[in-house]
């Protein structure tokens, strides 16, 4: 079974770091790109990252290039996305996810970042 | 980018069918995929290339449409259904969803 478990959210206050983790299992996670996806309180959904599944490619949305670094150790099978001069605008739940293609087909329960002094 | 316009919410009931749009603002050709989410989970592939049912999920679902006009229907649909649904592009980048459609028992 397909396990995506993040962690790493919680308050931070604007300007600061923060790092999430995604533990993924019940795959071969070196086979498969991954992604990030948000959705801020009661709003849509929002692609931030996805990263190849050798971590040689990297793409972002325009809101986050420059602050936001996806990374993958397929080692541990886990995917990471650093976070920097974090804005109360990244305030949501962010959420792993193993691309197939251009589709997101599984998801983890997310973790919630809430950007706030 | 590419914006995908659904209609906020809608009332159906039991048994009838649902049937759900996303209106793409340029053509996507067949590369739309649906998600449903339920309050407090995380979302679920249920469709992806416009038409092509995930693993797993039941024959009540199913999607249709190319170019600018999708659909996605349930039939019949069941109280297990409430979600808000969601329609995602990934002709372009940056890759976008809908603002979700609410679907709610009359």
């Known amino acids: 079974e397909v396990q995506l478990v993040e962690s790493g959210g919680g308050l931070v206050q604007p300007g600061r770091s923060m790092k999430l983790s995604c533990a993924a299992s019940g795959f071969t996670f070196s086979n498969y790109g991954m992604a990030w996806v948000r959705q801020a309180p009661t709003k849509g959904l929002e692609w931030v990252a996805t990263?190849?599944?050798?971590?040689?490619?990297?793409y972002y949305r325009d809101s986050v290039k420059g602050r936001f670094t996806i990374s993958r150790d397929n080692a541990k099978s886990t995917l990471y996305l650093q976070m920097n001069s974090l804005r109360s605008e990244d305030t949501a739940t962010y959420y792993c996810t193993r691309r197939y293609n251009h589709w997101f087909a599984y998801w983890g329960q997310g973790t919630l970042v809430t950007v706030s002094s | 980018d590419i914006v995908l316009t659904q209609s906020p919410a809608l009332a159906v009931s039991l048994g009838q069918r649902a049937t759900i749009s996303c209106r793409a603002s340029?053509?996507?050709?067949?590369?739309m995929h649906w998600y449903q989410q339920k309050s407090g989970q995380q979302p679920k592939l249920l469709i992806y290339?416009?038409?092509n049912l995930a693993s797993g999920v039941p024959a009540r679902f199913s999607g249709s449409g190319s170019g600018t006009d999708f659909t996605f229907t349930i039939d019949p649909v069941e109280a297990d259904d409430i979600a808000t649904y969601y329609c995602q592009q990934s002709r372009n980048d940056p890759l976008t969803f809908g603002s979700g459609t609410k679907l709610e028992i009359k």
């Open positions: 340029e053509s996507v050709r067949s590369s």
């Open positions: 290339g416009a038409s």
């Open positions: 990263i190849s599944y050798d971590g040689s490619s990297t």
